[in-house]
Structures are given as C-alpha cells and as structure tokens.
C-alpha cells in the first residue's frame, strides 16, 4: 500500500538558518505529494502541494519538488524564522485528488531567535 | 465563514464511559474525516464519509461509530472508552476531486484523554 517516510525529529535549528526536512514515498501509480503545517495547538493546513513529477510546489518561502526518480519530495527553505516553528507533515493522495491522505509521522521544528 | 468546528475542545472520560464527538462544516463539503493523532504515529483515518448518509472504515475504525444525518455534520462515537483511546482527534472536510482547491480542511482537534 501507499506510505510516507520523513525524517525524524525534532529538528532545532538558529534563525535564518536553512532548512530540509527530507521525505520519500511509496506509492502505485502516479500520486499528488503535500507538505501540511500544524502550528501550536491548531489543526493542520495545506502549506504546498505537487500534483505531478518534477512540478515544483512553494508557498511562504518554502519549496518542495516532486521527484519520481527518487521517490522524494523534501522541504526546504533558505531562512527560517521563528514563526516557522510549527510541526510539518508530508503527505500523499492517490490519483484524482485529496480524498485519501496518507500522512508521515510528523517532524516538529522548533526555530530559536 | 467559520470553517471546520470541532466540540468540545477538550473532554476527560473514565474507562467505559461513552462520549460523541461533533464536527461541522459550514462550506457545503461533500466529504468529511475523522482522524486521531498520536505522538510519534502522524495522522490516522478512523472512518470517513463521501456524503450525506454514508460512512466507511478507514485505517483504525475498530472502538468508534461515526454518522452523517445532515451534510454539514460528522459525529464520532466512542461507546465504551478506552485508555487505549486517549488521543487528538481532528475532523477534515474535502470539496471533492473536481474543485480547484484540492485539500482537506482541517478543524482545530479536540484533545481525549480516557483513565
């Protein structure tokens, strides 16, 4: 079945410090791959999301590109701040859309001013 | 619009002791979700609905009930609590494949603990 591999946490890094948190997949067919961002005692929401391979998913500063030669779609960004400290979910979808998620564990990142 | 609403926030239960939980969406979703959250172990799919009057089981249903009487609200049941079951617990709602803004929406969770 589908599944979801990111690295483990917690990570602490210095603001404006760059930052990857790496994610790997398994999957059949051709599925649409996304980063969540669950802030401190509030649910989850969509920070970006690739729909098919090499797209190339970015919203406040963070970048994700869907690899289908490495089964990969890693995180970064080249400044945190300290409102970036929140825990990051990778995910991913079947073909045709959202309807079933499957989640990683999670990886909280806590960025220190 | 207020989005994905989730009652209560918090709740203590006793072992045995049943409770409902009650997730509304004022978006007119067709889809909704039940999922429960533990450390370590990310988000897990108890039950979910594709529409008013259905339900189906998904990763983890066993211990729980879910119903859709109205569209707009998902209850999940827990009818004899375990400590097993002590867990955040996020409701989500999807508008469905063929929309532009393809992603579930999550409500705020409601934290559970069971003694």
């Known amino acids: 079945g589908n599944s979801v591999t990111q690295m483990e946490g917690p990570v602490t890094l210095s603001e404006e410090a760059f930052l990857t948190i790496n994610c790997t997949y398994t999957?059949?067919?051709?599925?649409?791959l996304f980063w969540y961002v669950q802030y401190p005692g509030e649910g989850l929401q969509l920070l970006l999301k690739a729909t098919k391979a090499d797209d190339k998913g970015s919203n406040k500063g963070f970048e994700a590109t869907y690899r289908k030669e490495t089964t990969s779609f890693h995180l970064e960004k080249g400044s945190v701040q300290v409102s970036d400290s929140a825990v990051y979910f990778c995910?991913?979808?079947?073909?045709?859309?959202?309807?079933?998620?499957?989640f990683g564990k999670g990886t909280k990142l806590t960025v220190n001013p | 619009n207020a989005g994905v609403t989730q009652t209560p926030k918090f709740r203590v239960l006793k072992t045995g002791q049943s409770m409902t939980l009650l997730c509304a969406q004022d978006?007119?979703?067709?889809?909704m979700y039940w999922y429960r959250q533990d450390p370590g172990m990310g988000l897990r799919l108890i039950h979910y609905?594709?529409?008013?009057?259905?339900?189906a089981k998904g990763e983890v249903p066993d211990g729980y009930n879910v119903s859709r009487l109205k569209k707009q609200n998902f209850l999940l049941g827990l009818e004899s609590a375990a400590p097993s079951q002590t867990s955040v617990y996020f409701c989500?709602?999807?508008?469905?494949?063929?929309?532009?803004?393809?992603?579930?929406?999550f409500g705020p969770g409601t934290r559970l603990t069971v003694l």
């Open positions: 609905s594709v529409g008013e009057g259905t339900t």
């Open positions: 995910a991913l979808s079947g073909q045709g859309g959202s309807e079933k998620l499957v």
């Open positions: 999957a059949t067919g051709y599925p649409s």
């Open positions: 978006m007119n979703h067709e889809y």
């Open positions: 989500a709602s999807y508008p469905g494949p063929t929309t532009k803004r393809d992603t579930q929406y």
